[in-house]
């Protein structure tokens, strides 16, 4: 019975990191790091109360710290969608784009509504730059202004 804690750490740690693995969230991993060291706290002897405040506060400290700073870098579960992808591409002026009104923009083959970013009209066959999206419309800035 004495071992016990140590075993339920170490199956903590397994099935966490499985879990982890599975899903690729960056969530339970942090919980598995705790599992870690309240593992070796269980290999010192200290007793259960211990060993769940270790594990508790190491968690949370790594989720609170370490996590914002791994999803910035490794970039886990934000991809850029087909829409993003056209931010900062250049596209071709279809339809003449007036203030306070669309116009059409060809970019990649397909056409979008656009406005101007500044509200300045942009005329047909004109290069733009897609500075934006709001919607389905584009708002883009004439390229060579």
């Known amino acids: ?13 397994i099935v966490l990191t499985i879990i982890e693995a ?8 942090w919980f ?11 290999l010192l002897g200290l007793p259960l109360g211990v060993q769940i405040a270790v594990f ?25 969608t087909n829409v993003e992808s056209l931010i ?24 979008w509504t656009a406005v101007s970013k500044n509200g300045e009209p942009i005329r047909k066959d004109s290069e733009v730059i897609i500075d934006s999206i709001e919607g389905v419309k584009l708002i883009v800035v004439h390229k060579n202004p």
């Open 1 to 13: 019975m004495e071992g016990t804690p140590i075993y339920v750490w170490l199956g903590l740690i």
């Open 22 to 29: 599975a899903t690729v969230s960056l969530t339970t991993i």
């Open 32 to 42: 598995a790091a705790g599992s870690l060291l309240a593992f070796f706290v269980a």
């Open 56 to 80: 508790l506060v190491s968690s949370t400290l790594l989720i609170i710290f370490t996590r914002p700073i791994a999803l910035k870098y490794l970039k886990v579960g934000r991809e850029r």
């Open 88 to 111: 900062g591409e250049t596209g071709l002026v279809v339809t003449d784009i007036v203030p306070h009104s669309t116009g059409q923009v060809k970019v990649k083959g397909q056409i």
